[in-house]
């Protein structure tokens, strides 16, 4: 019913249109599209729909308790001017019966310099919205600033992305990919790339930490203005000991992408390697497929 509702939701929009360990940020599909031939115009301004469902939630090398993750889908609508700017907003909908219709909100407005040599760089802002009710790690985060820059090598494509978050907690993150296209005619118009992928997650892990803190009982002392002492027993939210900046894991993964005239299907099936996790939490291995559509209005 969940998913359902989504879909409705797209098609009453005006118009149609991921990063594995980030925000879902326009700019990861910015920073990818082919250049325009040399000496053609840039492109004209465009509206795009990305529609993104997979069976684990991986955010920032880090998912949800393994009881609560049954995997998400994932809208995101991006609208991009010929002149680099762009926004967007995104919403996810984490499957699972004790889940919210949509446990983040996010907005996105960014600026993404491509098309003008193989060197291409984007700078962004978001702001995430996240009900009391959502079991996503990133309901400690409220604001992230993104700066990315990616270079074709023509034998490989590599991108540092670095993301800096705040809320009720801080995080700075950066995100390195390394990846090459195979690519594949099938029809006239229509491309199969195969795009084996490496990704590297390096930064701090407070927010995982806020995420995964509990409440413990403990012996409290208080002191009264008279000197007198007074113990009792209290719930204390105690929050596990983090290893500060260190890399947080990596990805390896071989996206199977059908690019079409104004959309593209992808298979993104990925092996997860989580390291240096905080107390307390999760850094078993796991592999996840994802699967996303893409389509072009304008």
Do not use: C
Request: aromatic share 12%; proline share 7%; hydrophobic share 40%.
């Amino acid at each position: 019913m969940r998913v359902l509702l989504v879909l409705l939701l797209l098609l009453g929009l005006p118009g149609w249109r991921p990063a594995v360990a980030q925000t879902h940020s326009p700019a990861a599909e910015v920073l990818t599209d082919p250049r325009p031939a040399a000496g053609q115009p840039a492109a004209p301004p465009r509206l795009t729909v990305d529609l993104t469902t997979s069976n684990r939630n991986a955010y920032l090398m880090r998912a949800p308790e393994a009881a609560d993750d049954h995997g998400y889908l994932g809208t995101q609508l991006t609208y991009q001017t010929r002149w680099g700017l762009y926004a967007g907003t995104y919403l996810n909908s984490s499957y699972g019966p004790d889940n919210p219709l949509f446990d983040d909100y996010e907005a996105t407005l960014g600026y993404a310099r491509t098309g003008h040599g193989p060197t291409e760089w984007s700078l962004q802002y978001t702001h995430l919205f996240v009900p009391g009710s959502s079991k996503l790690l990133r309901a400690t985060i409220t604001d992230n600033v993104e700066g990315s820059l990616a270079h074709d090598f023509d034998f490989v494509y590599a991108s540092l992305t670095a993301d800096a978050f705040f809320g009720s907690s801080h995080d700075l993150v950066l995100t390195w990919n390394v990846s090459h296209a195979f690519p594949l005619p099938v029809f006239a118009h229509d491309t199969l790339n195969f795009t084996p992928t490496v990704e590297l997650g390096t930064g701090t892990q407070r927010f995982y930490a806020a995420g995964l803190a509990r409440n413990v009982r403990q012996q409290v002392v208080s002191t009264k203005k008279n000197g007198q002492t007074k113990t009792k027993t209290a719930n204390v939210l105690e929050t596990p000991d983090t290893p500060g900046f260190a890399t947080t894991g990596y990805t390896l993964s071989l996206p199977l992408t059908l690019d079409m005239r104004r959309s593209s299907l992808a298979l993104i099936p990925a092996y997860l390697v989580p390291l240096h996790v905080p107390e307390w939490g999760n850094d078993e291995k796991f592999f996840y497929v994802s699967v996303e559509f893409t389509r072009r209005l304008w």
